[in-house]
C-alpha cells in the first residue's frame, strides 16, 4: 500500500472513531509499527491529528481531507460510478464540463482513453493534467485562484469563464447531498464556482459515492430541483434515496 493510501485511510479511522491506535493500524494496514508512527508523524506536521502515546486523535479542526488523501477511500465505488457515468456520454453529447473530485477525475480518464472527439470544460487542475496529453479531447480550462485542498481553479475569474459557455452536461463532484438541503460542499468559494457549473448545462449529473448521500456539508452549491441525476453506488441510505427521487432527482445505481 502507498503511503498516500495509508494516510487517507488513518484519517479516516480517525473521522469514523476519533482516535486510532498504533497497534490497530499496524494489523489493518499491514505496515510496520515504526511505518504507522512514521505516517502518524506527517500527519501531525500538516495539523491533520494529534499523536499521544501508542496512537493519534482528531484534529480540533478538520473540516475536509486534501485531494491527495481522498483518493484511496471508496476507491472502487468510485471506480464504478465512474463508469456509469461514462456511459451517459453517448454519440449525442458534444460538450461536457468536469468539476473537481476524485469521482470526477476518474470520469476524465476514461473519457481520455477513448478515441471519439469531444469537447471538456475543467477548473480542475489535476483533471487538465490528464486531459492535455489526450489528442480527441478538445480542453478548455477556466482561470482562477487555485484551490490546494481540490486542485480546482475557483473564484471570479473561474465563474466569469463559464458565464460565456454552453454544455451538454456537467459532472459535478459534492461532499454532501440531502433531498431537503441539496448539494453542498465544504468551501463557500469553491460553492460559488460549482454554482456557475451548473447554470452552463442542459443536464447536471452528481457524482457521489454513497458515504456523501444524505449528508450535507458547510457550503450550499444549490437546490435539488436543479440536479437532473444522481450517481451513487448501492452503499447509498435506500430511504435518502427514496426521498430524492421523490424530489424528481433520476438515481442511477452502481
Known amino acids: 500500500m502507498r503511503q498516500e493510501e495509508r494516510l487517507g485511510l488513518i484519517l479516516d479511522r480517525l473521522a469514523r472513531d476519533g482516535s486510532v491506535s498504533v497497534a490497530d493500524l499496524t494489523g489493518e494496514l499491514g505496515a510496520s509499527p515504526a511505518s504507522v508512527r512514521r505516517d502518524l508523524r506527517v500527519l501531525e506536521e500538516q495539523q491533520l491529528l494529534k499523536r499521544t502515546h501508542g496512537g493519534a486523535v482528531s484534529a480540533e479542526v478538520l473540516y475536509e481531507l486534501p485531494i491527495r488523501y481522498r483518493s484511496g477511500r471508496h476507491h472502487e465505488e468510485k471506480l464504478l460510478i465512474a463508469q456509469a457515468a461514462a456511459r451517459l456520454v453517448t454519440d449525442a453529447v458534444h460538450s461536457v464540463g468536469l468539476g473537481g473530485g476524485t469521482t470526477t477525475t476518474e470520469l476524465a480518464r476514461i473519457l481520455g482513453a477513448s478515441a471519439r472527439p469531444l469537447k471538456v470544460v475543467t477548473n480542475a487542475l489535476n483533471i487538465a493534467g490528464e486531459l492535455s496529453v ?121
Open 134 to 254: 489526450r489528442p480527441a479531447i478538445d480542453l478548455v480550462v477556466t482561470g482562477g485562484s487555485v484551490r490546494s485542498a481540490s486542485y480546482e481553479l475557483v473564484g471570479p475569474l473561474a465563474e466569469q469563464a463559464l458565464a460565456g459557455i454552453n454544455l451538454d452536461i456537467a459532472f459535478i463532484g459534492v461532499d454532501g447531498i440531502e433531498a431537503g438541503r441539496g448539494i453542498s460542499t465544504h468551501d463557500d468559494v469553491e460553492a460559488q464556482t460549482d454554482r456557475s457549473f451548473l447554470r452552463t448545462a442542459d443536464q447536471v449529473v452528481v457524482l457521489a459515492d454513497g458515504s456523501k448521500v444524505g449528508k450535507r456539508a458547510f457550503s450550499r452549491i444549490a437546490g435539488i430541483d436543479e440536479i437532473s441525476m444522481l450517481v451513487t453506488d448501492s452503499g447509498a441510505d435506500p430511504a435518502e434515496l427514496d426521498r430524492l427521487r421523490a424530489a424528481g432527482v433520476e438515481v442511477t445505481l452502481v
